[in-house]
């Protein structure tokens, strides 16, 4: 069976044009023309990564980005005319996985679109070698547990999106270490082929958001290089 696409735009020849090509690939798709409809569809048709414009009639992209991320962690690739950072870092920051700007190349649409879904399948069904490995980690209160794709902090779950998680994943299997930016993105995103650097700061931006309210502050800048999860920041053991 083919992998399901959701494609959320309202310009009909821009859709019909991606959706050709991403046919030609293998891929079913499905096209949504609204907001609303986009919402009802990613529940009821189960696709494997959404494509989603941030202009829509009633509903707009980021109030559906952030709905879909209440529930499910699929692949979200913004499209939208806006050229300005601060639209890309709100989409990202709302739980979008990568972002592209009109006009673009349905060559690029379609190397965007392989990326997600092979790191999301990959990551699904358990391809890295953690698998084989112990499951859950532990930092003091913190436990991370790989099969469950879970982190807890005093028996309290955080909400974190599937980057965040990966994030959480890949520094605390290299605690201490110094990890570059493009390890970090080779790791966590597969690739650096598109990605723009400020992607991992609004990542790690929201993670470090989030396990502040938990108290924890691992996450250390090191400049020049990257960052790294810092224990010595923190009482966990």
Sequence with gaps: MADKILLVE????????????????GYEVIIIHSGMEAMEAAKTEKPILVILDLMLPGVNGIHVCQNIRTY???????ISAKKSDSDKLISLGMGADDYLTKPFSMVELVARVKSQ??????FTNGG???K??????????LVINIDEFSVTMNGKELSLTVKEFKLVDYFTRNANKALTKE?????????NEFLEENTIAVHIGRLREKLAKEGV???KT???????????????S
């Design 72 to 78: 499910s962690f699929i692949p979200i690739i913004v």
């Design 132 to 141: 084989s490995q112990n499951p859950i980690r532990v930092f003091g209160d």
């Design 10 to 25: 309202d310009d009909q020849d821009l859709s019909e044009l991606m959706k050709l090509f991403l046919e030609n690939e």
């Design 128 to 130: 890295e070698k953690e």
């Design 222 to 236: 090191v400049w020049g290089v990257g960052y790294k999860w810092d224990m010595e920041r923190t009482n966990l």
């Design 117 to 122: 879904i092979r790191r999301y399948t990959t």
């Design 217 to 219: 502050y691992c996450i």
């Design 183 to 191: 390890q970090i993105m080779e790791s966590v995103w597969g690739t």
